[in-house]
Nanobody, 117 residues
Framework: QVQLVESGGGLVQPGGSLRLSCAAS????????TGWYRQAPGKQRELVAT????????YGDSVKGRFTISRDNNAKNTVYLQMNSLKPEDTAVYLC??????????WGQGIQVSVSS
């Protein structure tokens, strides 16, 4: 089993920045890829960014150039999402996801990010 705990959300003005953290515990050696998805009211869940255990990252089109995903090089169980130049349309619940080597998905509880003046 893998447990995921998100932190760092909140309210920010347009153009501002936030950094989200996702801390994994449990059978973290089974994790192949960790990332973030988001879901806004009335919309489908969409990819934000993912990063593999080997450091290969992937981004959704709407966040490319503004968001950066990274791993904690020391602890290796924490993944960060640096979000810059935030827009009102980035408002959503952000969910941390971990994909295991056996293709099982794990999800955090989600954290609210609101971008508003």
């Amino acid at each position: 089993q893998v447990q995921l705990v998100e932190s760092g959300g909140g309210l920010v003005q347009p153009g501002g920045s936030l950094r989200l953290s996702c801390a994994a515990s449990g059978s973290i050696f089974r994790i192949y890829r960790t990332g973030w998805y988001r879901q806004a009211p009335g919309k489908q869940r969409e990819l934000v960014a993912t990063i593999t255990s080997g450091g290969i990252s992937n981004y959704g089109d709407s966040v490319k150039g503004r968001f950066t995903i990274s791993r904690d090089n020391n602890a290796k169980n924490t993944v960060y999402l640096q979000m810059n130049s935030l827009k009102p349309e980035d408002t959503a619940v952000y969910l941390c996801n971990a994909l295991s080597t056996t293709n099982r998905n794990y999800w955090g509880q989600g954290i609210q990010v609101s971008v508003s003046s």
